[in-house]
């Protein structure tokens, strides 16, 4: 790990190619954030969750002509966010980016979204407009985290209900290796589950508890948790249902790297994405979170086959990173404070 250190942004924009653009309304709690990826060599993506929210995803499949996207667009305001995803084609487009065709070249905009209607305004969303303004503030140098863009209207540890959650966010790391290998990742957090440092253990957000400062543990939560169903479910009932706010989350990862690989292999690298982010959020992959990760390719080093395993290992390490830092730089809101805010006020 020693030899690991951060790229010079320690964002996902240290990688050649990559730009990134936000949209945020912060009275409705929503935006959008655009990665610009014009010069991709492939790009891959692998869902996890059990309620994704997609658009231009199957384009990437291993089996298919394209395998490569010119954008990556996250957004909230669940389904209605992919709408944004028209504003950045339409960017594309008056920038001659796309897959070359006999007529005109396609921009291909691959998108996914979260859910935050139940945070801020239940109908505002992210349209085309304000895709369109999010790509043309894309850009290279350092990238706004925290409650921005896709992350505005973000929250965590929902596993007790939205009245015990905390903030969520957008967060961004790289990491480079040996042999000028690196790795960017940006992470939008509004996952169901509490947020660990897997370094050290220690529970960055969880389920605010009756005292301030106070996050509860995962044990102890569940235990609320399966206390609080069994007394709203009838004595007669069968199947239990869906506590509220368990189909309303999700997150959102998108990596990418300078080394120059092929759709298999960075199909690799997005399930390494995973990784990352399943050691950081528990539980991870629920089946009300629409749990995502992009992989993308838009550098020209040359990558050996032991390479990938380096890779993989940089791709978890960087998601990971920037997981805790969406959260760890998030700002709360009257209704829903931060972690930061959380643990602050048992100081007072």
Not at 292 to 297: T, V
Request: net charge neutral.
């Amino acid at each position: 790990m020693s030899a690991w250190r951060p790229g010079p942004r320690n964002a996902i924009t240290d990688i050649p190619g990559i730009r990134v653009g936000h949209y945020t309304d912060r009275r409705a709690a929503t935006g959008c954030t655009v990665i610009l990826c014009p010069g991709a060599n492939a790009a891959a993506v692998d869902a996890r969750g059990g309620a994704p929210g997609t658009r231009e995803t199957d384009v990437l499949g291993l089996a298919n002509l394209v395998r490569t996207c010119h954008a990556v667009l996250f957004a909230g305001g669940s389904a209605f966010g992919l709408a944004a995803a028209d504003g950045v084609m339409r960017w594309c487009a008056e920038h001659d980016i796309g897959v070359p065709t006999a007529k005109r070249k396609v921009p291909i905009v691959s998108a996914a979204v979260i859910y935050d209607l139940a945070l801020g305004d239940p109908l505002a969303f992210p349209g085309p407009q304000e895709g369109y303004l999010a790509a043309v503030r894309a850009r290279r140098g350092a990238v706004a985290e925290g409650s921005v863009g896709a992350g505005t209207g973000a929250t965590v540890a929902k596993l007790l209900g939205p009245e015990r959650a905390l903030k969520g966010g957008l967060g961004t790391a790289s990491l480079a290796g040996p042999g000028g290998l690196m790795v960017g990742a940006l992470a939008v957090v509004n996952a169901v589950g509490s947020i660990y440092d897997p370094a050290t253990g220690e529970c960055r957000a969880g389920p605010r508890g009756d005292d301030p400062g106070e996050c509860l543990a995962i044990p102890a939560a569940l235990e609320r948790r399966t206390a609080a169903m069994d007394a709203l479910q009838p004595a007669a009932s069968g199947a239990v249902s869906a506590a509220p706010g368990d189909l309303e989350n999700t997150t959102l990862l998108c990596v990418a790297t300078n080394a120059r690989l092929e759709p298999h292999e960075l199909q690799r690298l997005a399930v390494h994405a995973h990784d990352g982010f399943a050691r950081c959020v528990v539980p991870a992959h629920t089946r009300g979170d629409g749990d995502i990760a992009f992989a993308l390719s838009t550098g020209d080093l040359p990558a050996r086959p032991d390479d990938l395993l380096l890779l993989g290992a940089l791709t978890a390490a960087a998601v990971e990173t920037a997981v805790l830092r969406a959260v760890d730089l998030a700002r709360g809101t009257k209704a829903v404070p931060s972690a930061a805010e959380w643990r602050a006020a048992a100081a007072r």
